[in-house]
Each structure stands twice: as C-alpha cells, then as structure tokens.
C-alpha cells in the first residue's frame, strides 16, 4: 500500500525558513520522480517542485525559484522541501506527490496518483 | 491567475451530463497530455484522467476526458451528489518549465 507521509507543519515569521518532508513507502521511491504541490487558503492547487527519481534534476514554479529547495534522500526514502525567505503568500497545505511509472509521460510530468495527505505551513508575524 | 482558464463554477442535476473546460495555449495543452484531478479541501487530490482521456482503474466510466488544440474538457455523465468537488485541469507547460494546474471548477450537484 503506498503511503507518502508529510510533517513539518509550523508557523514562521515572514523572511523565515521551514523544511518539510515527506516519508514514502510502500513503491519504488527510489525510482519515482517526486513533486510537491499546494494549496493557499481559499485558493487552488499550485504545482510548486518536481525532482527526478535520482535527485540530479529539478524544476521549480516561478513563484518559489531561488527561495525553494527540493531534495531526497533515496536511503531513508524520504523527500524534503527546504523553503526559506518566505512570505505570507506561501502560506498553504503543501502535498508531496508522485506519478506512478504507468502515468509519467517524462521525468518531470504525468499523472499524479500517490498523494500525502498534505502539511500546513502558515506564514504570519 | 492561472495560464490554464477553467470556468469558475459549474452545476447540473442528478443524472445530469456536465462538461468543464479548460483551456491553454500552443505550450501548455498544446504540446502536452491533459490531466484532471478532483479534489475536496482538506483531502488529497484524487486523479481521474491521465494523457488526455485515459482513466486510472478505480475511476468510474462516467467520468471522460477530451482534447483537441490547445483546450481539454472534462465530462461527466449520470451526475450523483457525491460528484460535488472542485475540478482542476493540470499540464506541463514547455516554455516555462513548469507544471500548471488550471483555476479549478467548483462542480455543485443541486
């Protein structure tokens, strides 16, 4: 059974830093790209990272480029996203996701099936 | 404000056939698979159509997907009361290298 398991929900000061993770099991972790996506209070879903399934590659939505750090750890399966220098609209639920080999269509796209059950970050002084 | 346009809301009645758009441009839709996800607030988004009009096992056949240019639609047919969700369109955008999710389509069942 596929569990991707997120943690470190917090609140933090504008300009301030948090890192999230992201606990996988039960699929080939080592194998799958990963993506983190979220969601903004009242707002829809915002692709925000992706990482190839061997941390050589990333891309980044423009909103959080140079501020936002994807990365894994394919030993301890588990994804991080270090966000840093973040502002109030970075406040929302943030979900790691990943595609299932059946479903990519490229290291950095398709259907995302896997799913955690999302982390809340709040940005507030 | 989102690169793919979907309309904010929709509705229909039980039983009902309701369709969503979502419409994109020559790098986006154009160029690349569709994908659509239903998703409740405080739940995990769940995918219902994969590379334009292909469904995941487990998604009911009352649910298709279509595509032609650089727009996509969503159908739903034999609408029930649990179909009540936000719809989103999503696909990868070429040129800015990024993942795109449309603005999402509030679907309400009446």
């Known amino acids: 059974q596929v569990r991707l398991l997120e943690s470190g929900a917090g609140v933090v000061q504008p300009g301030g830093s948090l890192s999230l993770s992201c606990a996988a099991s039960?699929?080939?972790?080592?194998?799958?790209?990963m993506h983190w996506v979220r969601q903004a209070p009242g707002k829809g879903l915002e692709w925000v990272a992706v990482?190839?399934?061997?941390?050589?590659?990333?891309y980044y939505a423009d909103s959080v480029k140079g501020r936002f750090t994807i990365s894994r750890d394919n030993a301890k399966n588990t994804l991080y996203l270090q966000m840093n220098s973040l502002s109030a609209e970075d406040t929302a639920v943030y979900y790691c996701?990943?595609?299932?080999?059946?479903?990519?269509?490229?290291?950095?796209?398709?259907?995302?099936?896997?799913w955690g059950q999302g982390t809340l970050v709040t940005v507030s002084p | 404000q989102s690169l793919l346009t979907q309309p904010p809301s929709a509705s229909g009645t039980p039983g009902q056939r309701v369709t969503i758009s979502c419409s994109g441009s020559r790098s986006n839709i154009g160029s690349n698979y569709v994908y659509w996800y239903q998703y409740l607030p405080g739940t995990a988004p769940k995918l219902l159509i994969y590379r334009d009009d292909q469904r995941p096992s487990g998604v009911p056949d009352r649910f298709s997907g279509s595509k032609s240019g650089t727009s996509a639609s969503l159908a739903i047919s034999g609408l029930r009361s649990e179909d009540e969700a936000d719809y989103y369109c999503a696909a990868w955008d070429d040129d800015l290298t990024e993942g795109l999710f449309g603005g999402g389509t509030k679907l309400t069942v009446l």
């Open positions: 990482i190839s399934y061997d941390g050589n590659n990333k």
């Open positions: 996701a990943s595609p299932p080999q059946s479903y990519r269509t490229a290291w950095y796209w398709g259907g995302l099936d896997y």
């Open positions: 039960g699929f080939t972790f080592s194998g799958s790209p």
